[in-house]
């Protein structure tokens, strides 16, 4: 049970490092691109949606009335991308930062920073872009035969109650791979190995995903150096010593 407390806590442990002096400059640049970009799409998606509007269901048609419930719609289609999207593309965005930001937390807890870690921001680029890349592959794999058994639920009663289950706890495990890499990268521990280690304290990994999304839901971009954080004081204060 205290390793699922602790678990759970850790990206909360992460938030009140991430604003302390000699952190903020790896969150707040992220943080503010992430921004840009995400509002630049809704920008474009407002305009181009206005376009459509405009077009197939002008104001002076008798079946304009719909125009107010279409907007509902695709504020509500916006929304849904933005969350299910939010962790490919920020981390994309900020998974150059991310690596710093991990090896700053790191030293801070051990007072010694990582052999393998970059301390050049435009080195750091293309190394986490490509690992970023090799995450997303490593989940889309492991989401196939998930999509194959919601299909098969829809046809077996009670099924999809298990299922539902297996759907949450792989997304737990996608968040904890995804942020547990930034640290263990940053001592040249290869993915399969890293994941490894998350299932070696299996239980307080899935905790510690399960406290990132709960902390997406309320915190949104904030959550993802809060992640970031965790991650390294939950490898820093336990995994390193496995």
Do not use: C
Not at 12 to 31: A, D, E, K, N, Q
Not at 81 to 96: D, E, Q, R
Not at 103 to 118: D, W
């Amino acid at each position: 049970m205290n390793a699922l407390i602790d678990g759970f806590a850790l990206p909360f442990r992460g938030l009140r490092l991430i604003f302390r002096p000699g952190f903020r400059r790896y969150v707040i640049m992220p943080l503010l691109l992430n921004i840009v970009v995400f509002g630049l799409l809704a920008w474009l998606g407002v305009a181009y949606f206005e376009q459509f509007m405009g077009h197939y269901l002008p104001e002076e048609s008798w079946w304009s009335f719909l125009r107010p419930l279409l907007w509902v719609v695709f504020a509500l289609a916006y929304a849904m991308i933005l969350f299910f999207g939010f962790t490919v593309l920020a981390n994309l965005i900020a998974s150059p930062f991310n690596g710093i930001l991990a090896a700053k937390v790191e030293e801070s807890i051990t007072g010694t920073p990582p052999k393998g870690a970059q301390v050049s921001l435009v080195a750091a680029i293309w190394p986490a872009i490509r690992a970023e890349l090799s995450k997303l592959l490593y989940m889309a794999s492991r989401m196939v035969p998930l999509l194959i058994l919601l299909l098969i639920s829809a046809l077996v009663p009670g099924l999809n109650l298990l299922v539902s289950a297996l759907w949450l706890a792989a997304g737990f495990w996608f968040l904890a791979v995804e942020y547990g890499d930034y640290p263990m990268a940053n001592h040249d521990i290869a993915p399969k190995d890293q994941r490894a280690l998350l299932k070696r304290r299996r239980f307080k990994t899935l905790s510690f995903g399960a406290g990132v999304g709960a902390m997406m839901l309320f915190l949104g971009f904030v959550a993802m150096p809060a992640a970031v954080a965790g991650a390294s004081i939950y490898w820093s204060r336990d995994l390193r010593a496995l």
